[in-house]
């Protein structure tokens, strides 16, 4: 498919991919962006108050802020700012935009152009049979959306989708609605993103969240950074390994790619960062082959095993292991067994860049191992961070300073939304206690995940969808599928700031219900209010806006969730709606009732900095069965496409925040002005007959032969490992099949497409 009206690749520039990344045109590209959407009074009160003491978290990431007193001055990065200004915009949409625009023409634009139109600013319904959006009250709105899931024959019938932009308070009360509603219907954006983290954390120390606090990293003697572009995606997590390798740790990163950020980086907030050559981050640079972290860690842990066998009680930590782990015979058996040729074909690695890498880690007391995208998002996601675990036990790199596990989340409160019980499968004890506190008995049948979701959908089980923040439809994958899926429902429903892609794939009746971002102001009847959200470090903390709201129309999320909670639950009496709605401190006096880690809430919170929620882990105590660690024994195979096709991964450029392009360039991948760009090494063009410059379909193979095509790509020579791609979400979500998913996780295999390129009929 042609995707929407994406400007031609005929716009497009490419150079040589940078090798150092941040500095000072990272500050001028993130000034020049806030210009370009809004005044220079309203970047400043934005820019100077993101993640201060008493400001705004910034939603760019979930990476964590240091401790108050050692924040800098601009405590955010380049994308961060970005991600704000676009929301600080002055651009608005409004009704008369809807009644310029039909939904078919919305619906035939980039993801780009929606989201530059500017803040939503009224709810808006598209009726039945209508081409157009029209303005409606709020009351007629939210009576409209109650009045369809009540009339649902079961509550399973409807969906509630969430992204990791909510803050705790709305994603609590989302939740008990929900449930109270008689529904686990709660997909997330972390079905798509860190849920093989959690599956594979939650059953091997008993708990799906990373152990690590910066301190920890900065400690740390040896850190890995696997499957994750930081130059890009978590700036701010540069200036925390700088401080690691000031301090004489090392740092090993592991992609397909050589990232800008992982080469080299160069401090935007420092004098010699900006001026000077920067600090190198990789001590070493394993260019691995897409899906290979398997086999790579399988090999450290097989020559860790190794190393101790030829000398005793030197190195594997025996104590940590017999006290606190179990499944180590088996673990070990099975490691003995590992095979060196395969290993070396998986990975394409050479033996002695793996043990180089041992030597590093023989030689360290604390490793943190870190990890985001390229790990989950593969069929063998799960088994891949189980086998980082088992790395981790074996030398007791678990529950002690300077070591322990580091999932870089992606959004700012995603990790938040999943304490509060956004989880279609939170444990029984959560729902006893959340029963317990509201006086009603929760559904306790597992959910629909995100990929389940559409399936439902697409099979007429589902048929109320409600999106609160994210994009749902850009955001899942097989695009076609999906869309189609959505244009079967009775009713959609978007609380959103911004307008996108979801907004124009309809269902009979559609709903847009605009609401306040991060960085506006939220005035209740109880007066100013702030939200907490927790980062990727389990650090809880306030955030609270400064900004005049961008319509006087707009409703908080917490107003809109309790109100349309009001509409479908009648007077509740155990459940004071409208007083949540009044004082969100009410709220968290519930929250510190229900989720385990927030007594006091209300007043811890309010200390500068927040607090940190207690990991069992780090005291060694592991809520598994068996109470102990689990080492486990996991396959591996090469990931290989067939005689004339290649592994796509879909990943991120610098100038996008998940769906939404901000701009058409990849600064540091040396790509300008485009993004139907599909990077490919020059060996595996030259095999194909294509060159650098040649415009190309993607056409996606699926095992039940199916086929999936993206359109016109340009073919940009670039050091890709062998076999191997790589190309922009969401433009590419259309090749990924819904059913290709990871094991146990259910995610999809973003990171992993078997596409076959073919030349383009005609250009443009
Ligand atoms: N500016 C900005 N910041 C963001 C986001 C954004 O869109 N823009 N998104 C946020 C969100 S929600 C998330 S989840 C994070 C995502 O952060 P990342 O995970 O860094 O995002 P991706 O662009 O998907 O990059 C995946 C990286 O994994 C590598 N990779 C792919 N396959 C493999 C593999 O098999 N093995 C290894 N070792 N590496 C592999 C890719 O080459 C790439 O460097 O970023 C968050 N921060
Ligand atoms: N092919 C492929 N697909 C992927 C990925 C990939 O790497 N490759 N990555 C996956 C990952 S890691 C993730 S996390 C998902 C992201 O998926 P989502 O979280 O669903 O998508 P976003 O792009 O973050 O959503 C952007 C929209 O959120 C709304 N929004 C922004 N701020 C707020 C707010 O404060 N409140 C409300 N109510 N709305 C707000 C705006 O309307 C904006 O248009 O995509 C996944 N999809
Ligand atoms: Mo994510």
Redesign the pocket.
């Known amino acids: 498919m042609r995707d929407f009206d994406e400007p031609d690749a005929d716009g497009l520039s490419v150079t040589a991919p940078k090798t150092w990344a941040t500095g000072a045109p990272a500050v001028a590209h993130a000034l020049k962006y806030a210009l370009g959407q809004t005044s220079p009074t309203r970047t400043a009160l934005t820019l100077l108050t993101i993640n201060q003491a008493k400001g705004f978290d910034c939603?760019g990431c979930a990476w964590p802020e240091p401790a108050p007193g050692q924040r800098h001055r601009n405590e955010y990065c380049e994308n961060g700012a970005k991600h704000i200004s676009d929301?600080a915009t002055t651009r608005r949409v409004t009704a008369a935009f809807f009644r310029e625009h039909s939904v078919d023409e919305l619906s035939r634009r980039s993801d780009h152009w929606l989201?530059q139109q500017g803040r939503?600013t009224e709810p808006m319904v598209l009726r039945e049979g209508a081409t157009h959006y029209e303005p409606i009250g709020w009351d007629e709105a939210l009576d409209l959306l109650a009045g369809e899931l009540r009339a649902l024959d079961h509550p399973d019938e409807a969906l509630f989708?969430t992204?990791?932009?909510?803050a705790n308070e709305p994603a609590f009360l989302l939740q008990l609605f929900a449930r109270a509603f008689g529904t686990n219907n709660l997909p997330d954006?972390?079905n798509?993103?860190?849920e093989s983290s959690g599956s594979a954390l939650g059953e091997t120390l008993g708990i799906g969240k990373g152990s690590v606090s910066l301190d920890d990293l900065h400690d740390a003697d040896l850190v890995f950074v696997v499957g994750q572009n930081p130059g890009t995606n978590h700036p701010r997590m540069l200036s925390a390994l700088e401080e690691t390798k000031r301090r004489g740790g090392r740092v090993v990163a592991v992609n397909p790619l050589p990232e800008a950020g992982l080469l080299r980086f160069k401090h935007p907030q420092k004098a010699r960062g900006v001026l000077g050559r920067g600090t190198t981050i990789a001590d070493q640079f394993l260019q691995i082959r897409p899906g290979g972290d398997l086999a790579l860690f399988q090999a450290l842990n097989l020559l860790l095993l190794e190393a101790e066998e030829k000398e005793p009680g030197t190195v594997l930590d025996r104590e940590f292991i017999e006290t606190h782990t179990t499944g180590y015979d088996a673990f070990a058996e099975h490691i003995r067994q590992t095979s060196w040729d395969a290993v070396l074909d998986a990975t394409g690695l050479t033996r002695d860049e793996i043990e180089e890498v041992h030597e590093r880690v023989l030689a360290s007391r604390g490793v943190v191992v870190c990890w985001a995208?390229g790990l989950t998002?593969h069929k063998h996601g799960v088994p891949t961070i189980r086998e980082i675990v088992n790395f981790l036990l074996l030398r007791g790199n678990i529950g002690r300073p300077g070591a322990g596990v580091c999932p870089v989340r992606?959004?700012s409160n995603?990790q938040g939304d999943r304490t509060m019980g956004i989880w279609e499968r939170m444990p029984q004890p959560f729902l006893d206690r959340l029963g317990r506190e509201f006086a009603f008995t929760p559904p306790t049948a597992h959910g629909l995940d995100s990929v389940d979701s559409i399936r439902a959908m697409r099979d007429g089980r589902a048929k109320v969808f409600v999106g609160?923040?994210?994009?749902?439809v850009?955001?899942?994958?097989d695009s076609d599928v999906t869309e189609h899926a959505l244009r079967t429902c009775r009713l959609t429903a978007?609380?959103?700031?911004?307008?996108?892609r979801s907004h124009t794939v309809c269902g009979r009746t559609a709903l847009i219900l605009p609401?306040?971002?991060?960085s506006d102001r939220d005035v209740q009847a109880g007066g100013e209010q702030f939200m907490t959200v927790e980062d990727s470090m389990s650090e809880v903390h306030a955030t609270r806006g400064r900004l005049a709201p961008a319509s006087p129309h707009l409703l908080s999320?917490v107003s809109l969730i309790t109100r349309l909670a009001r509409k479908v639950l009648g007077a509740e009496p155990a459940i004071p709606w409208e007083e949540f709605e009044a004082d969100y401190d009410l709220v968290r006096d519930r929250v510190a009732r229900v989720v385990d880690g927030f007594e006091d809430f209300n007043e811890r919170v309010r200390r500068p900095g927040g607090f940190r929620l207690p990991n069992p882990v780090n005291s060694r105590v592991f809520r598994t069965p068996s109470g102990k660690a689990v080492f486990t024994a996991n396959d591996f195979t090469a990931l290989r496409a067939p005689e004339g096709h290649l592994v796509l991964q879909?990943?991120?450029s610098h100038d996008q925040?998940?769906?939404?392009p901000y701009a058409l360039d990849d600064r540091y991948r040396g790509i300008k002005g485009g993004r139907r760009v599909v990077l490919v090494n020059s060996a595996d063009l030259a095999g194909l007959g294509l060159a650098d410059g040649d415009l190309v379909d993607l056409v996606g193979v699926w095992t039940d032969g199916t086929q999936r095509r993206a359109d016109a790509f340009r073919v940009v020579a670039y050091p890709t490992p062998p076999g191997s791609a790589a190309a922009y979400?969401?433009e590419?979500?259309v090749l990924?099949p819904l059913d290709s998913v990871a094991d146990i996780s259910n995610t999809?295999t973003?990171?992993s497409v078997i596409v076959r390129l073919e030349r383009a009929a005609t250009a443009g």
Do not use: D
């Open positions: 939603p929301e989201n939503l989708y992204s990791g932009r909510l954006c972390s798509l993103c860190h995208m998002q992606g959004h995603v609160v923040a994210g994009n749902f850009r955001a899942t994958p978007h609380i959103s700031t911004k307008l996108n609401t306040l971002g991060r999320e879909t990943l991120r925040w998940n769906t939404v979400y969401p590419t979500n990924v999809p973003s990171k």
